[in-house]
Each structure stands twice: as structure tokens, then as C-alpha cells.
């Protein structure tokens, strides 16, 4: 296990420390960018995508109109979600498509997608990214803490490391940089004022990660 690092330096290390839409429905073609994948196989990121963000909403880690998740479509698309909506309540044909080697935003598109594209383009393992905002998180980054990731006895299996950036003016290329250095050193990051990122292989996977980083920031005030 890793030992914990300064929290000074940007980057710094943290570890111990629905409706079924129809086969006509697709991004790619509402988008214009791209061959469509199978329609199956596209229906069931973007439903994945939705139960995401409905689980955020549940578990209170996103409010109204807060929060972003992606899912990588190939190594050149990712599927992300709208800005200022509603997560819970999520359709299949409000996601939007965006080309990963591009500096095109899709009107509409979260804020935040060079945050998603950034992570995307350095790491073709990860097919998921959540963005958050955790209070318990927030409030821990506040006494310049993050949460300890050897609080929980299984959390090397699903999250065991996290690290941690300075804030960044929001949808900035200066944030989008800072969390992809961020994210190579951990698959949850703790961005400081901003709330949280967390990577996956799968989206359930990426959103688990988020809720078992708050709850670590919970454990790790003594909650």
C-alpha cells in the first residue's frame, strides 16, 4: 500500500491517506458524426448512462442540473450527457455524441466535455467517467483532506487510491489537463471546491466508485 503524499501539489497521490427508445433513434444520426454502432449495443450505453445518473440522483451525489457522465462509444466517440438537466430523469436521445480528437462541443453538451475527452483520449482503458459533486467530499476538501482510501476492508477491489487537483475555472483545457495527470495516478480524483471524478471500465463501475468515495470521505472524518 502506498503511503499518503503532501495534499500541496496538483496531482498529489492520496492512498491510505424508461422508456426503450426505438432502433431509429441514434446519436450518430442526430449528431452527424460517425457510423452508428450496432443499434443494440448503442441502446444499452445509453441506458446505462441513464441508470447512472438516476443512481447519482438517488444517492444525492448530483442535485438538479448538476453533474455529467460519459461512456466511450470506440476510440474515437463517447456518448456524455446534456447540460443543466436533470439527471434522474434522463432520455435516451439527449445524450450527445462527441468526437474524442476534437475541440467540437455539441450544442447543448455538458460544460464539462473536455474534462470526459481529455480522460478519453490519454487512457483507451477507460470507458466510463463520472463527474460529481460529493458534499461529503467537498466538505472534506474544504479542511484540505481527502478521503482515505484504506478505510475500507474490500477497497482495493473497487477503489484504492485517490487523488487530488487544485480547482480550475470550470470547462477550462487548464482543468481538463490537470484531471487527466490526476486520473493517471488514481480512478477517483478530488478536484478541490469542484466535487469529484471517478473513472470505469463500465459506467456501474465509475458511479460505484463515486459512491464509495464518499462514503470513504465519511469514514474518514469518523463518521
Same mark, same amino acid.
Given at each position: 500500500?502506498?503511503?499518503?503524499?503532501?495534499?500541496?501539489?496538483?496531482?498529489?497521490?492520496?492512498?491510505?491517506?424508461?422508456?426503450?427508445?426505438?432502433a431509429?433513434?441514434?446519436?450518430?444520426?442526430?449528431?452527424?458524426?460517425?457510423?452508428?454502432?450496432?443499434?443494440?449495443?448503442?441502446?444499452?450505453l445509453?441506458?446505462?448512462?441513464?441508470?447512472?445518473?438516476?443512481?447519482?440522483?438517488?444517492?444525492?451525489?448530483?442535485?438538479?442540473?448538476?453533474?455529467?457522465?460519459?461512456?466511450?462509444?470506440?476510440?474515437?466517440?463517447?456518448l456524455?450527457?446534456?447540460t443543466?438537466?436533470?439527471?434522474?430523469?434522463?432520455?435516451?436521445?439527449?445524450?450527445?455524441? =462527441?468526437?474524442?480528437?476534437?475541440?467540437? *462541443?455539441?450544442e !447543448? #453538451?455538458?460544460?464539462?466535455?473536455?474534462?470526459? @475527452?481529455? $480522460?478519453?483520449?490519454?487512457?483507451?482503458?477507460?470507458?466510463a467517467?463520472?463527474?460529481?459533486?460529493?458534499?461529503?467530499?467537498?466538505?472534506?476538501?474544504?479542511?484540505?483532506?481527502?478521503?482515505?482510501?484504506?478505510?475500507?476492508?474490500?477497497?482495493?477491489?473497487?477503489?484504492?487510491?485517490?487523488?487530488?487537483?487544485?480547482?480550475?475555472?470550470?470547462?477550462?483545457?487548464?482543468?481538463?489537463?490537470?484531471?487527466?495527470?490526476?486520473?493517471?495516478?488514481?480512478?477517483?480524483? =478530488?478536484?478541490?471546491?469542484?466535487?469529484? *471524478?471517478?473513472? !470505469? #471500465?463500465?459506467?456501474?463501475?465509475?458511479?460505484? @466508485?463515486? $459512491?464509495?468515495?464518499?462514503?470513504?470521505?465519511?469514514?474518514?472524518?469518523?463518521?
Open positions: 500500500m502506498l503511503s499518503a503524499e503532501p495534499m500541496c501539489r496538483s496531482g498529489a497521490l492520496f492512498s491510505p491517506s424508461m422508456k426503450r427508445p426505438s431509429e433513434s441514434d446519436v450518430g444520426k442526430r449528431t452527424g458524426m460517425g457510423a452508428p454502432m450496432k443499434p443494440e449495443r448503442m441502446l444499452g445509453r441506458l446505462s448512462i441513464i441508470e447512472g445518473g438516476r443512481e447519482l440522483a438517488m444517492t444525492k451525489l448530483i442535485t438538479l442540473g448538476e453533474g455529467n457522465l460519459s461512456a466511450r462509444i470506440d476510440k474515437d466517440r463517447f456524455v450527457t446534456p443543466m438537466t436533470d439527471k434522474a430523469k434522463l432520455e435516451p436521445d439527449e445524450l450527445m455524441e =462527441v468526437e474524442i480528437n476534437s475541440h467540437r *462541443v455539441p !447543448g #453538451a455538458s460544460t464539462e466535455v473536455g474534462l470526459h @475527452r481529455a $480522460i478519453y483520449g490519454q487512457f483507451p482503458s477507460v470507458h467517467v463520472v463527474h460529481a459533486h460529493p458534499a461529503k467530499v467537498l466538505a472534506l476538501a474544504e479542511e484540505g483532506l481527502a478521503p482515505d482510501a484504506s478505510l475500507l476492508p474490500d477497497g482495493g477491489s473497487i477503489l484504492d487510491r485517490v487523488s487530488w487537483i487544485d480547482d480550475f475555472p470550470p470547462g477550462s483545457r487548464s482543468l481538463a489537463q490537470e484531471v487527466a495527470l490526476g486520473i493517471a495516478k488514481a480512478p477517483a480524483l =478530488v478536484i478541490a471546491a469542484h466535487g469529484a *471524478v471517478t473513472i !470505469g #471500465a463500465t459506467v456501474d463501475q465509475a458511479v460505484l @466508485r463515486m $459512491i464509495r468515495l464518499e462514503r470513504l470521505a465519511l469514514m474518514t472524518r469518523g463518521g
